[in-house]
């Protein structure tokens, strides 16, 4: 069985130093510029959103990721509050967290974040 402790970067691959490292033994997401790990696909809670350049995902939480001030956009589902994401590692805007929703049926987003499919990869285990 795999272990769930960090690993080092495989073989080959520049060394790269992140906030964050997410267990070997567990599904993740990563950065697809420079391949910081971002979320784990345990904290995937919908493939179904629209980001402004495509698809997107949104997670529970993620890690590696700076949050920019938050700003009123009128979104698809109605007006929200939101704040800019980008990688802690190369400053990539990965896309936003949702900081608040104006509209009841939208309050679930609140404190969660969409990232844009063109900015991930995924990682372990997926084969």
Request: with cysteine; charged share 20%.
């Amino acid at each position: 069985m795999p272990s769930c402790e960090p690993g080092p970067p495989a073989a080959g691959l520049p060394t790269k130093t992140f906030r964050s490292y997410l267990p070997h033994c567990h599904r993740t997401y990563s950065c697809v510029h420079c391949q910081a790990h971002l979320a784990k696909h345990d904290e995937l809670i919908s493939k179904s959103f629209q980001g402004s350049h495509g698809r997107a995902y949104l997670f529970n939480s993620v890690v590696n990721v700076g949050c920019g001030p938050a700003e009123q956009r009128l979104l698809l589902t109605g007006l929200h509050s939101v704040a800019d994401i980008f990688c802690e590692s190369c400053k990539t805007t990965l896309g936003w967290k949702y900081e608040q929703a104006f509209e009841t049926s939208q309050k679930y987003k609140e404190g969660k974040f969409i990232i844009e499919m063109s900015h991930m990869v995924k990682d372990n285990g997926w084969d």
